[in-house]
């Protein structure tokens, strides 16, 4: 489900511009989600976990104003909310991308005020694992003690001690197993409440066995899907970043997911964002300096020029870490890489052979495929959707033009693009070589042999500046290569977007004052340490720099640095 | 007892203007048998004060030391004693420009009568953006102070009386139980005066003390004849948390002993930026020209030799607690050794000889002053008319007054239980006793307690200018909200919403605002609806009209022939289409549109975009300003916070989340967990 809506949410994002009404969205999403929900589509436990988890991200991104919103309507928790936010989560971030004044959000976060209170329980690892050697039921709040007394009889074992227990139903008095108990007290534990662990025998009768007693007890409800590392956040246990972290490690499927997860929890996330604040700190004084004291002490505006140099490499680094979570996402869903081209030039077959299976019907006649053929692969340790498209041509045949029309879809939201062209048609490509943009990969088949290959090296030069591979899927001459290739180029997926729209001079500087301000706000909120003196410092810095700067100014003045303040486009 | 003091009142006390306004008399009827509002201290605070709740309607009157020769720079130029100091001759700038316009757009006076006397007019920050452009004139001391005078007289239901205040007095409120509310003032001679609102501004007279080297003397200001209220000072340190800070002021020179001929001359603007609202087009009578010249090596090397000298002060272990932003020579050569300073050398009047040495504020002994002049450009030959000096004077710490700069009084070490829990009712204070710094801060704060008591008195809702209305907002919230350990001078850094807080709509901000209060008068609001029914017709006009990019860049305007269409004020706006333009190819509509109207059109479809941006982040902060906490929360409860936030939040008492936020060392997750205990459906309790 959530598959569902996270592909229908950034198929809207890709189709529609920058700046969409969050209402329009908001309601997109709403709507896949009930359609999910009416099919009853089968949901896994852990997606609901994560889910909550990055839909906490979520609302950290949104806008201020959106988040409000979505606050007021809300009066009961609702799940539907988090599997939004968890999409909107997703999709924004992507749309973050090129706002380098708006890297993040607050932290506000969607309080259910009417749970906190209470102790809840719920099995910690995955349901759907099959059959499991061991479940962990974990049980978090006040009454955690206290159950696991009536569950074992017993009095608690000591605290952070592993212990064997035998738990029985307090009402029953039926043995439900025999089980290890750890009992954690708060603050110091995961969500900085007292928390009870139950490493219970695999298994699904133990374990429904088990929360069906725990369901009975009065003061326990069961856990809203997140709930465990939502308090923890509220008990300051993670932070967001952390959280963001620990929800990807949780879901990480291969090992790049795992290291990258683990990279984001261990907080080095954070401490970009700390020198990143410090730095544009500086910047903002120095404008403020300029602003403020300009015509006392006789600063020039050119003191703002030589920050620009400053500010010019934060944005290139913010863009190249935002391009790093960019990835982290494409992680999650998958790098999306298109395989397009004339009809009958082997597409499906190269894709079969991607896939080291049938998973497209390949026949002598052009057009067979008419629909996207999707296969996800581990590649490089990347999760990879490969598209199989209709081969492009003029049709006239309905359901071939409308599998043309997905095609092109398809081609333009890919990440990366691979051409094929068959080598003994390639002379009527013209259309198709328009759709050669730089970066896409050209693999030209059926060039079974050296021969064939001299042959082809004129058609090398057709596209200068994109990497040109000779294949021959039939044969697999130079396949292997081409899939080592293919796996770098996954790796590197991204490439940073120039998005800045470059003033000739600076024409109004208490504007790009104001742009470096709100950088400054949103690090502070992305690290969560805004300093309310903020202001009192930044007069002091700015004070402090007034002096200092003009000696600056006097080192610049011979050569003024010609950057601009990147003014970002808003339309 | 009222009836006797009513006997041993002064005359004048009753001045003639409260008969002609009979009806407005009659709304403060509960205060007939006395004054209604009385301001102590004639500075800039005390003149705003005074006259705004006058025009208010309240029957106020200014006690001030010396009634005749007082008012501004505060009787700097004393007829008797030429040349005596306060301190720069000049109003406004960038930020206290600002407040002037503020000032203006509520009928303060400050900029009206600046206008008057204005002698050199300078708008600064013109190169950098609207927003932050400060304008500036330099006054004429001898005619300001006429002109403040002639306005105060001009002020209905304003009296001005002469003496020295020695105490404050109170009396328990008849309503509320453990509540004292302010009764009036006793004067040195005896006499005393009973009001329903007391405005405070005190200046550098409270418990003020000269400096020069090391002779020192009682006084708020040199050569006045005025000595510091010390009786008062005395009185006020039972009740309130007072404490010393300092302020300084340069020499005075001779002008015809200054040679100008290799000095960079910076002439008034060729055209005047008037302070105010009311004097579109304003041409000031005669205009001089300043110099600027800077300090050199020996200047240094004189101070630094001779820094032993300085005076021994009492606050910030002997050096008193200066102004960062205006600092004194002394503290500039030890924070900078190496820069050359800036001095503008700035003539204090037309029919003066006086030049007032802008930047180098300072206390040494008299003959180092001098010699330490001498060593700068183009005074070689100086004379000296007055020494500089520095005052140490006490202010109040302005966490102790409410939003409304009432006092709270929250007393240190109160010797009666009973006056240590009871609050002060009607006891506003103002201008450097609270620790401000600068004219147009006094004056702001003046205006913003003066219509507040007068407010109080009328028995009405008070008024509270919050920070994304004007630069007056922001800087009593600071105080407030923050207070301050040093002079707090004004900056439009200190602003949030420095978009939309400009010198140019200050009057759109609160002339309509000021009008509901009561204190503008008729004439200004007509203008100011003419000005705005203008706006108004050529906004509507400019953003009615559009041209297809291509036809906007036949016009040979800079916009992508394939962009979309764009409006008239959008195409200023988005490609800074000039207004010129606009008149080209719609002469017939736009050809009566005023200069200041296309001025004011020009600068909204400026900053259009990004103050949607800041007007949705003024209505997220109006929102958590919502958010109250109970008068009577126990921050010690939330166990989640560090002593040190908790100790903070149970001595400020935030009374809503923004107040919160805005306290020093105070972390976004405290309030994240005030918010989530505030929140209106969550009950107060923590477990």
Same mark, same amino acid.
């Given at each position: 489900?959530?598959?569902?809506?996270?592909?229908?949410?950034?198929?809207?994002?890709?189709?529609?511009?920058?700046?969409?009404?969050?209402?329009?969205?908001?309601?997109?999403?709403?709507?896949?989600?009930?359609?999910?929900?009416?099919?009853?589509?089968?949901?896994?436990?852990?997606?609901?976990?994560?889910?909550?988890? =990055?839909?906490?991200?979520?609302?950290?991104?949104?806008?201020?104003?959106?988040?409000?919103?979505?606050?007021?309507?809300?009066?009961?928790?609702?799940?539907?909310?988090?599997?939004?936010?968890?999409?909107?989560?997703?999709?924004?971030?992507?749309?973050?991308?090129?706002?380098?004044?708006?890297?993040?959000?607050?932290?506000?976060?969607?309080?259910?005020?009417?749970?906190?209170?209470?102790?809840?329980?719920?099995?910690?690892?995955?349901?759907?694992?099959?059959?499991?050697?061991?479940?962990?039921?974990?049980?978090?709040?006040?009454?955690?003690?206290? +159950?696991?007394?009536?569950?074992?009889?017993?009095?608690?074992?000591?605290?952070?001690?592993?212990?064997?227990?035998?738990?029985?139903?307090?009402?029953?008095?039926?043995?439900?197993?025999?089980?290890?108990?750890?009992?954690?007290?708060?603050?110091?534990?995961?969500?900085?409440?007292?928390?009870?662990?139950?490493?219970?025998?695999?298994?699904?009768?133990?374990?429904?066995?088990?929360?069906? +007693?725990?369901?009975?007890?009065?003061?326990?409800?069961?856990?809203?899907?997140?709930?465990?590392?939502?308090?923890?956040?509220?008990?300051?246990?993670?932070?967001?970043?952390?959280?963001?972290?620990?929800?990807?490690?949780?879901?990480?499927?291969?090992?790049?997911?795992?290291?990258?997860?683990?990279?984001?929890?261990?907080?080095?996330?954070?401490?970009?964002?700390?020198?990143?604040?410090?730095?544009?700190?500086?910047?903002?004084?120095?404008?403020?300096?300029?602003?403020?004291?300009?015509?006392?002490?006789?600063?020039?505006?050119?003191? #703002?020029?030589?920050?620009?140099?400053?500010?010019?490499?934060?944005?290139?680094?913010?863009?190249?870490?935002?391009?790093?979570?960019?990835?982290?996402?494409?992680?999650?869903?998958?790098?999306?890489?298109?395989?397009?081209?004339?009809?009958?030039?082997?597409?499906?077959?190269?894709?079969?052979?991607?896939?080291?299976?049938?998973?497209?019907?390949?026949?002598?006649?052009?057009?067979?495929?008419?629909?996207?053929?999707?296969?996800?692969?581990?590649?490089?340790?990347?999760?990879?959707?490969?598209?199989?498209?209709?081969?492009?041509?003029?049709?006239?045949?309905?359901?071939?033009?409308?599998? #043309?029309?997905?095609?092109?879809?398809?081609?333009?939201?890919?990440?990366?693009?691979?051409?094929?062209?068959?080598?003994?048609?390639?002379?009527?490509?013209?259309?198709?070589?328009?759709?050669?943009?730089?970066?896409? #990969?050209?693999?030209?088949?059926?060039?079974?042999?050296?021969?064939?290959?001299?042959?082809?090296?004129?058609?090398?030069?057709?596209?200068?500046?994109?990497?040109?591979?000779?294949?021959?899927?039939?044969?697999?001459?130079?396949?292997?290569?081409?899939?080592?290739?293919?796996?770098?180029?996954?790796?590197?997926?991204?490439?940073?977007?120039?998005?800045?729209?470059?003033?000739?001079?600076?024409?109004?500087?208490?504007?790009?004052?104001?742009?470096?301000?709100?950088?400054?706000?949103?690090?502070?909120?992305? =690290?969560?340490?805004?300093?309310?003196?903020?202001?009192?410092?930044?007069?002091?810095?700015?004070?402090?720099?007034?002096?200092?700067?003009?000696?600056?100014?006097?080192?610049?003045?011979?050569?003024?640095?010609?950057?601009?303040?990147?003014?970002?486009?808003?339309? | 007892?009222?009836?006797?003091?009513?006997?041993?009142?002064?005359?004048?006390?009753?001045?003639?203007?409260?008969?002609?306004?009979?009806?407005?008399?009659?709304?403060?009827?509960?205060?007939?048998?006395?004054?209604?509002?009385?301001?102590?201290?004639?500075?800039?605070?005390?003149?705003?004060?005074?006259?705004?709740?006058?025009?208010?309607?309240?029957?106020?009157?200014?006690?001030?030391?010396?009634? =005749?020769?007082?008012?501004?720079?505060?009787?700097?130029?004393?007829?008797?004693?030429?040349?005596?100091?306060?301190?720069?001759?000049?109003?406004?700038?960038?930020?206290?420009?600002?407040?002037?316009?503020?000032?203006?757009?509520?009928?303060?006076?400050?900029?009206?009568?600046?206008?008057?006397?204005?002698?050199?007019?300078?708008?600064?920050?013109?190169?950098?953006?609207?927003?932050?452009?400060?304008?500036?004139?330099?006054?004429?001391?001898?005619?300001?102070?006429?002109?403040?005078?002639?306005?105060?007289?001009?002020?209905?239901?304003?009296?001005?009386?002469?003496? +020295?205040? !020695?105490?404050?007095?109170?009396?328990?409120?008849?309503?509320?139980?453990?509540?004292?509310?302010?009764?009036?003032?006793?004067?040195?001679?005896?006499?005393?005066?009973?009001?329903?609102?007391?405005?405070?501004?005190?200046?550098?007279?409270?418990?003020?003390?000269?400096?020069?080297?090391?002779?020192?003397?009682?006084?708020?200001?040199?050569?006045?004849?005025?000595?510091?209220?010390?009786?008062?000072?005395?009185?006020?340190?039972?009740?309130?948390?007072?404490?010393?800070?300092?302020?300084?002021?340069?020499?005075?020179?001779?002008?015809?002993?200054?040679?100008?001929?290799?000095?960079?001359?910076?002439?008034?603007?060729?055209?005047?930026?008037?302070?105010?609202?009311?004097?579109?087009?304003?041409?000031?009578?005669? +205009?001089?020209?300043?110099?600027?010249?800077?300090?050199?090596?020996?200047?240094?090397?004189?101070?630094? !030799?001779?820094?032993?000298?300085?005076?021994?002060?009492?606050?910030?272990?002997?050096?008193?607690?200066?102004?960062?932003?205006?600092?004194?020579?002394?503290?500039?050569?030890?924070?900078?050794?190496?820069?050359?300073?800036?001095?503008?050398?700035?003539?204090?009047?037309?029919?003066?000889?006086?030049?007032?040495?802008?930047?180098?504020?300072?206390?040494?002994?008299?003959?180092?002053?001098?010699?330490?002049?001498?060593?700068?450009?183009?005074?070689?030959?100086?004379?000296?008319?007055?020494?500089?000096?520095?005052?140490?004077?006490?202010?109040?710490?302005?966490?102790?007054?409410?939003?409304?700069?009432?006092?709270?009084?929250?007393?240190?070490?109160?010797?009666?239980?009973?006056?240590?829990?009871?609050?002060?009712?009607?006891?506003?204070?103002?201008?450097?006793?609270?620790?401000?710094?600068?004219?147009?801060?006094?004056?702001?704060?003046?205006?913003?307690?003066?219509?507040?008591?007068?407010?109080?008195?009328?028995?009405?809702?008070?008024?509270?200018?919050?920070?994304?209305?004007?630069?007056?907002?922001?800087?009593?919230?600071?105080?407030?909200?923050?207070?301050?350990?040093?002079?707090?001078?004004?900056?439009?850094?200190?602003?949030?919403?420095?978009?939309?807080?400009?010198?140019?709509?200050?009057?759109?901000?609160?002339?309509?605002?000021?009008?509901?209060?009561?204190?503008?008068?008729?004439?200004?609001?007509?203008?100011?609806?003419?000005?705005?029914?203008?706006?108004?017709?050529?906004?509507?006009?400019?953003?009615?009209?559009?041209?297809?990019?291509?036809?906007?860049?036949?016009?040979?305007?800079?916009?992508?022939?394939?962009?979309?269409?764009?409006?008239?004020?959008?195409?200023?706006?988005?490609?800074?289409?000039?207004?010129?333009?606009?008149?080209?190819?719609?002469?017939?509509?736009?050809?009566?549109?005023?200069?200041?109207?296309?001025?004011?059109?020009?600068?909204?479809?400026?900053?259009?975009?990004?103050?949607?941006?800041?007007?949705?982040? #003024?209505?997220?902060?109006?929102?958590?300003?919502?958010?109250?906490?109970?008068?009577?929360?126990?921050?010690?409860?939330?166990?989640?916070?560090?002593?040190?936030?908790?100790?903070?939040?149970?001595?400020?008492?935030?009374?809503?989340?923004?107040?919160?936020?805005?306290?020093?060392?105070?972390?976004?997750?405290?309030?994240?967990?005030?918010?989530?205990?505030?929140?209106?459906?969550?009950?107060?309790?923590?477990?």
């Amino acid at each position: 489900m959530a598959a569902t809506v996270g592909s229908n949410g950034s198929d809207f994002l890709r189709h529609s511009s920058r700046g969409t009404s969050m209402r329009t969205f908001l309601r997109l999403c709403f709507s896949s989600l009930e359609v999910a929900n009416v099919f009853d589509l089968p949901v896994r436990e852990n997606d609901f976990f994560s889910l909550s988890c =990055v839909g906490e991200i979520a609302w950290r991104v949104l806008d201020k104003n959106q988040r409000l919103e979505i606050w007021e309507k809300l009066d009961d928790p609702q799940p539907l909310m988090w599997k939004t936010a968890e999409t909107l989560g997703k999709v924004w971030r992507t749309s973050l991308r090129g706002r380098v004044h708006r890297v993040g959000g607050l932290r506000w976060v969607y309080h259910d005020s009417s749970t906190s209170a209470s102790t809840v329980f719920s099995l910690a690892s995955g349901l759907n694992t099959g059959r499991a050697a061991v479940s962990i039921v974990r049980i978090s709040g006040r009454h955690a003690g206290e +159950t696991l007394k009536q569950l074992t009889k017993k009095e608690l074992p000591p605290v952070r001690k592993v212990a064997l227990r035998d738990i029985t139903d307090p009402i029953t008095q039926e043995k439900l197993d025999s089980c290890i108990a750890l009992y954690f007290k708060g603050p110091e534990s995961f969500t900085g409440e007292d928390v009870v662990e139950l490493h219970l025998h695999g298994g699904r009768a133990v374990v429904s066995g088990v929360l069906n +007693t725990l369901g009975r007890f009065p003061e326990l409800s069961p856990a809203k899907p997140g709930e465990f590392t939502r308090r923890a956040f509220e008990n300051g246990k993670l932070d967001l970043i952390q959280v963001e972290g620990l929800a990807d490690l949780i879901d990480s499927g291969t090992e790049a997911q795992r290291r990258q997860a683990l990279h984001q929890m261990s907080g080095e996330g954070s401490t970009i964002y700390n020198d990143w604040r410090q730095r544009i700190m500086r910047c903002v004084a120095h404008h403020e300096a300029v602003i403020d004291f300009g015509e006392d002490e006789h600063i020039s505006n050119e003191v #703002i020029r030589s920050v620009q140099p400053e500010v010019m490499r934060l944005i290139n680094e913010i863009e190249r870490h935002l391009d790093d979570n960019r990835r982290g996402e494409r992680m999650r869903e998958g790098a999306q890489i298109v395989i397009f081209g004339p009809p009958n030039a082997g597409k499906s077959s190269l894709l079969n052979l991607l896939a080291k299976r049938e998973a497209a019907i390949v026949s002598e006649q052009p057009g067979t495929t008419r629909d996207i053929i999707e296969v996800t692969l581990n590649f490089s340790g990347f999760p990879v959707v490969f598209s199989d498209t209709a081969g492009i041509r003029n049709s006239s045949e309905k359901i071939e033009i409308e599998g #043309i029309k997905r095609a092109k879809e398809r081609y333009n939201s890919a990440d990366l693009r691979i051409c094929l062209l068959d080598a003994d048609d390639i002379g009527k490509i013209d259309e198709i070589s328009d759709m050669v943009v730089p970066g896409t #990969i050209v693999v030209i088949n059926k060039v079974d042999d050296e021969e064939k290959e001299r042959e082809m090296q004129v058609w090398r030069e057709k596209f200068p500046g994109n990497i040109t591979w000779m294949v021959s899927v039939k044969t697999g001459r130079n396949i292997p290569q081409l899939f080592q290739d293919l796996g770098k180029q996954i790796t590197e997926c991204v490439s940073p977007l120039l998005r800045g729209q470059f003033l000739e001079e600076e024409e109004d500087c208490v504007l790009a004052a104001e742009e470096l301000r709100e950088a400054l706000r949103s690090t502070c909120r992305i =690290v969560g340490t805004v300093d309310v003196e903020e202001n009192d410092l930044l007069n002091r810095t700015a004070q402090a720099l007034a002096g200092s700067l003009v000696v600056q100014y006097d080192r610049y003045v011979q050569s003024p640095p010609r950057y601009a303040i990147p003014r970002f486009v808003k339309n | 007892n009222r009836g006797n003091v009513c006997k041993s009142r002064n005359s004048y006390i009753y001045p003639r203007t409260l008969q002609k306004s009979g009806r407005q008399v009659r709304s403060f009827s509960s205060f007939i048998q006395g004054v209604d509002v009385i301001v102590i201290g004639g500075g800039h605070a005390g003149c705003e004060a005074a006259a705004a709740s006058g025009r208010m309607g309240a029957k106020t009157v200014l006690i001030t030391q010396r009634k =005749v020769k007082t008012f501004m720079f505060a009787g700097l130029m004393n007829n008797r004693d030429k040349g005596v100091l306060s301190c720069n001759p000049s109003i406004g700038g960038v930020g206290k420009g600002h407040i002037v316009k503020e000032i203006d757009a509520l009928d303060g006076l400050m900029g009206r009568v600046a206008d008057l006397a204005g002698i050199h007019y300078r708008v600064l920050n013109v190169t950098k953006g609207y927003a932050v452009q400060g304008p500036r004139a330099q006054m004429d001391r001898d005619i300001y102070k006429q002109s403040m005078q002639q306005e105060l007289e001009k002020t209905p239901n304003l009296s001005i009386l002469e003496g +020295t205040v !020695d105490d404050i007095l109170e009396e328990k409120e008849t309503s509320g139980s453990y509540v004292n509310r302010v009764k009036g003032v006793r004067l040195k001679d005896g006499r005393e005066v009973l009001c329903g609102s007391l405005v405070l501004t005190t200046g550098t007279f409270l418990g003020g003390t000269i400096h020069c080297g090391t002779h020192s003397q009682p006084a708020g200001r040199a050569g006045e004849g005025e000595e510091g209220i010390h009786a008062l000072a005395e009185n006020m340190k039972k009740n309130f948390p007072l404490s010393h800070m300092r302020t300084g002021t340069p020499p005075r020179l001779h002008g015809k002993s200054i040679r100008y001929d290799d000095l960079e001359p910076q002439p008034s603007d060729a055209e005047p930026h008037p302070l105010s609202y009311l004097n579109v087009g304003h041409r000031p009578r005669e +205009t001089v020209t300043c110099h600027i010249t800077h300090t050199t090596q020996q200047t240094h090397d004189i101070v630094r !030799d001779h820094i032993h000298l300085s005076p021994k002060l009492i606050g910030n272990e002997g050096h008193g607690v200066g102004p960062r932003y205006c600092p004194s020579l002394e503290s500039k050569v030890k924070r900078y050794p190496d820069r050359t300073h800036h001095i503008f050398l700035e003539p204090e009047g037309l029919n003066t000889d006086l030049v007032y040495p802008n930047g180098i504020s300072t206390s040494l002994p008299a003959d180092i002053q001098l010699s330490m002049l001498r060593t700068i450009p183009g005074l070689e030959n100086v004379e000296m008319a007055r020494p500089g000096y520095s005052v140490e004077y006490l202010y109040n710490d302005p966490t102790s007054l409410h939003p409304t700069l009432e006092t709270k009084r929250v007393s240190h070490e109160s010797t009666s239980r009973e006056l240590n829990d009871s609050k002060v009712k009607g006891l506003y204070f103002a201008g450097q006793l609270n620790g401000s710094t600068g004219y147009e801060e006094a004056a702001g704060q003046g205006l913003y307690a003066g219509i507040n008591a007068a407010l109080s008195v009328g028995k009405r809702e008070a008024f509270l200018m919050d920070r994304s209305q004007g630069y007056i907002g922001v800087m009593v919230d600071d105080l407030v909200n923050k207070g301050t350990k040093e002079p707090y001078r004004i900056f439009t850094s200190r602003s949030e919403y420095r978009l939309s807080l400009r010198p140019d709509n200050a009057d759109q901000r609160l002339t309509a605002i000021g009008r509901q209060l009561g204190c503008v008068s008729t004439e200004r609001n007509a203008m100011f609806n003419k000005k705005m029914e203008e706006l108004s017709r050529y906004r509507q006009m400019l953003s009615s009209v559009s041209l297809t990019a291509t036809a906007w860049s036949k016009h040979g305007a800079s916009i992508d022939p394939h962009g979309v269409s764009r409006s008239g004020l959008e195409a200023i706006g988005k490609h800074r289409v000039s207004m010129d333009k606009l008149r080209e190819i719609w002469p017939e509509q736009l050809k009566d549109m005023t200069r200041e109207t296309e001025r004011q059109l020009t600068i909204e479809a400026y900053y259009h975009d990004h103050l949607i941006r800041q007007e949705r982040e #003024i209505g997220v902060f109006k929102r958590d300003l919502n958010r109250s906490i109970p008068e009577d929360f126990d921050f010690g409860r939330l166990k989640s916070l560090s002593n040190e936030e908790r100790e903070k939040l149970n001595t400020m008492k935030p009374r809503s989340i923004a107040a919160a936020t805005s306290i020093c060392g105070i972390t976004p997750n405290t309030v994240l967990e005030l918010i989530r205990f505030s929140s209106p459906r969550r009950p107060m309790n923590i477990d």
